[in-house]
């Protein structure tokens, strides 16, 4: 809350909850008490819970991860106003905070994709949210990943909505210089981090679409396309790795679950179809999956299916992740 950080642009406060003293710790197990309590109510699906927890914090130190922590599980319901108007607040209260920017940015992104007449003015305030939280600091290879789901969006508009599917790969290939800045944008991402298999996920498919959709210049070299799904491979791996070991009572599971669903797909990517199905029935079936991750899954999928890509396979695993939501 110290004017000092409003002042001084990319100054980061201390992350106290390093510090290896009775207070601190005191503290950080307090974080991890609302933390379960937020995680329970998201279980349960009580909106109404999250909301309230997000304004009960006991206390200065644990109420800014509490609120963000709450917009998050809002987010993975698929409550993105209530998010979006949390976060807008913690946004206002303290704008110096990149990493409460970038999940507006997300939230905002989401919202656009459910009102697809209001997509250009919610992108417009993802971008300027994603820019300003760079310009205080923010971590760069997240704000390319956000920038790279824009405008894959953006292209997607331009052809996901036709009747034909020739007609919709037809717009596909003649919009490509957007899926073209997308993928600039994912590869920028990866490249900034090797173990970000989230956007080394999107830099694989869209250079397989490319491929799919015949367009004379390959948007990466059979070799380079190897290298980088290895990549992918090894990171979503090393992050199912490191999951196991964590046998934490109430972990956060979520980004082992989406290794898993990645997995899968670079299976499908890959020819490798049997596979495919095999990981996203460990994904869609994990018991702490959220509504979110099932329909970001089907949502990914429903892009390939639209154009024709491994339509039988798609089609099957589209039926797992269905399956699901309608539990």
């Known amino acids: 809350s110290s004017p000092v950080y409003k002042e001084l642009s990319g100054l980061k406060p201390v992350d106290w909850g390093q510090i290896q003293n009775a207070k601190a710790r005191y503290f ?4 991890q008490d609302w933390h379960a309590r937020v995680r329970k109510a998201k279980g349960q699906s009580h909106v109404g819970d999250i909301l309230t927890l997000s304004r ?3 206390n200065r130190f644990v109420e800014w991860r509490l609120r963000l922590d709450a917009a998050r599980a809002l987010s993975d319901l698929g409550r993105f106003e209530p998010a979006r108007e949390l976060l807008r607040a913690m946004v206002t209260e303290n704008p110096t ?7 507006l940015a997300g939230t905002l992104d989401r919202l656009a994709r459910m009102h697809p007449e209001l997509q250009r003015e919610y992108h417009g305030r993802a971008e300027l949210e994603i820019q300003e939280a760079l ?3 923010g971590n760069a290879p997240q704000a390319h990943r956000l920038l790279g789901r824009l405008y894959k969006c953006r292209w997607r508009q331009r052809w996901e909505n036709e009747v034909d599917e020739s007609t919709r ?14 993928l600039s944008y994912y590869q920028q991402a990866q490249m900034r981090d090797l173990g970000c298999f989230h956007a080394g996920l999107n830099v694989v498919s869209l250079s397989r679409l490319h491929q799919h ?3 004379k210049q390959s948007a990466k070299t059979a070799a380079e396309l190897a290298d980088v799904t290895g990549l992918v491979r090894t990171a979503a791996r090393r992050k199912l790795q490191l999951a196991r070991r964590d046998t934490a009572v109430g972990k956060d599971d979520s980004e082992a679950i989406w290794a898993t669903a990645t997995l899968g797909e670079v299976a499908l990517l890959t020819n490798g ?5 095999t990981f996203y029935q460990r994904a869609v079936t994990h018991p702490d999956v959220s509504v979110s991750q099932l329909k970001a899954f089907d949502d990914q999928l429903a892009m390939s299916e639209k154009l024709g890509f491994e339509k039988d396979c798609v089609s099957q695993l589209r ?7 309608e539990l």
């Open 213 to 215: 959709l015949g367009l």
């Open 97 to 103: 905070c990149p990493e409460t920017r970038f999940a």
């Open 273 to 277: 179809l049997d596979d495919a199905r």
């Open 169 to 182: 790969r037809q717009l596909a290939a003649e919009y490509w210089e957007t899926a073209k800045k997308s």
């Open 56 to 58: 009960d914090a006991p």
């Open 135 to 137: 310009s205080r600091g």
């Open 319 to 325: 039926s797992m992740v269905g399956a699901q939501l």
């Open 28 to 31: 950080g197990n307090q974080l």
